[in-house]
Nanobody, 122 residues
Framework: QVQLVESGGGSVQSGGSMRLSCVAS?????MGWFRQTPGKEREGVAD???????RYADSVKGRFTVSWTSRRKSIDLQMESLKSEDTGIYYC???????????????????WGQGIQVTVSS
C-alpha cells in the first residue's frame, strides 16, 4: 500500500515562513497539497505534475511554491508571508495520472497522507 508522509508543520507568527515536505513510498504522476479547517471542505492549495507544471489556489499565488524534491516521489511546499487564514490541517496527495486542466481539484487525487497541522498566529 502506497503511503504519503508529511513533515514540517507547526506554529509560526503571521508574516513568517514554513516549509512542508511530503515523501511517498511509491511513484506518482502528480502530487499536491490540500488543507482543511473545521467546518469547511478540503480545499486545494498547490500541486505539480510530472511535466513540472504547477497549479495554485488564488489565495496562495505569489506566496507559496510547490516543487519536486525527487520527481514523482517527493514534494515540498514553501510558504511565505503566512496569514492566519492559512491555518489548517495540510494533506499531501498523490495521483497515478497526470492532469492538464487549469483547476486544482481533490478529485484528481486518490492517495492521501494523514495530514499535518499548520498554525499561523496573528
Amino acid at each position: 500500500q502506497v503511503q504519503l508522509v508529511e513533515s514540517g508543520g507547526g506554529s509560526v507568527q503571521s508574516g513568517g515562513s514554513m516549509r512542508l515536505s511530503c515523501v511517498a513510498s511509491g511513484y506518482f504522476y502528480s502530487m499536491g497539497w490540500f488543507r482543511q479547517t473545521p467546518g469547511k471542505e478540503r480545499e486545494g492549495v498547490a500541486d505539480i505534475n510530472d511535466t513540472g507544471r504547477a497549479r495554485y489556489a488564488d489565495s496562495v499565488k505569489g506566496r507559496f511554491t510547490v516543487s519536486w524534491t525527487s520527481r514523482r516521489k517527493s514534494i515540498d511546499l514553501q510558504m511565505e508571508s503566512l496569514k492566519s487564514e492559512d491555518t489548517g490541517i495540510y494533506y499531501c496527495a498523490g495521483a497515478t495520472e497526470s492532469w492538464d486542466s487549469a483547476t486544482l481539484a481533490a478529485g484528481d487525487y486518490k492517495y492521501w497522507g494523514q495530514g499535518i497541522q499548520v498554525t499561523v498566529s496573528s
